[in-house]
């Protein structure tokens, strides 16, 4: 492993999900990108062509490069097993897209690889490097909410009704379906945001298009709070988390970088201290708003915070958060979630497997 302040970065999978992390990686000052990695001949030499890395059509040869040091796994879900495999053999850091894997089982084969090794793994639940939910953890945490009720997420992408969009992100038996792929993300917020694991689930799904176009999952979290989070991947964008405690309730929208607004309990809507607040947020937001539309807007600056998070585990010698566990642990709702939408009735989460 290279030591020097710059880390040399590969990138396997130059698909959708690509778009983000590439400009994520070229735009952060301490990383390189070296070298690129896809199957298909056409994209990987049009990709390393106009960034001037390396094109490597089989991943390995990223791996035997001494001038990388991190990785990022960003090819679907059924192959990270043997990628990440070969990366943690080959000493590297990682970046691991969601969901981590297909199976519990590959699940843990993956997070006992990385816990016998010496690599610094972070798995992409990029909600968490988003302002809005940093501000609502701390919220959260400090207790300003007082007791939660309910935690409600909400998202919404119409991504999946391009023809040219990938078949595994519509079959549920590789990873697809918003049960798992988009809802990965936000059982893992649950948890990030509540300090809590999640107990059980309910979920309904609707399946015209393809597996789980669309659903409501709910369920209990180990602390008590009722979660549920309604997911599209063919309706308009929207993305909101809420949160609605005992003395405030806080909501965030992510797609306005302005967009957490507090409301204490009793307070009313509408009210002109409520509109002042809401002005006084917007102008501080202002200067974080600049910065973020030069990085292409909030959510896709996220993927700079966990590139830059990985960044710094590596220089400062920590496990990054998510970690790989992390990724089980959200993967085993999604199994629970997919099974209660099968039988109708609520799975307990530790049945998952
Ligand atoms: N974090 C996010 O917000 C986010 C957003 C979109 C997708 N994703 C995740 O990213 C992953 C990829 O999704 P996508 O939509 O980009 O898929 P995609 O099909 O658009 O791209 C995947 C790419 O990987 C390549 N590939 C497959 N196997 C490979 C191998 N062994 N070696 C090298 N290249 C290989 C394919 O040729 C393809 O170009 C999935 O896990 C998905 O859930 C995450």
Known sequence: MRTGRTLGVGLIGLGYASGFHLP??????????????DRDPARLAAVARRHSVVAAPDYRTLLERPDIDLVGI????????????????AGKHLVVEKPIA???????RLVAAAE?????????YVLRFVRQVRTMRALLAEGALGEIEILRCLASTPEMLSPTAPGHRRDRMQGGGSVIELGVHHYDLWSHLLGSAVAEVNAVGR????????SVVSGRMACGTLVTTCTSLCGADQYQVEAIGSRARASASLLRYDGLEVV??????????LRVSGLARWVRGLPHAVRASRHGGTFRESFRGLWAHLADAVARDFQPEPGLRAGRA??????AASRAGAVGGTVRVADAG
């Open 330 to 335: 959200s993967l085993a709702v999604a199994i």
């Open 24 to 37: 994520a990686v070229l735009g952060l000052p301490g990383l390189r990108l070296v070298g690129v990695s």
């Open 207 to 214: 399946s015209v298009r393809f597996h789980d176009q669309s």
């Open 264 to 273: 204490r309990a009793g307070s009313g809507a509408g009210l002109g201290l």
């Open 74 to 89: 960003l090819t679907p879900p059924a192959s990270h097993l043997e990628i990440a495999l070969d990366a943690i053999a």
């Open 116 to 124: 016998r090794g010496d690599s610094k793994v972070c798995v992409a």
């Open 102 to 108: 297909t199976t519990l089982d590959e699940a843990d």
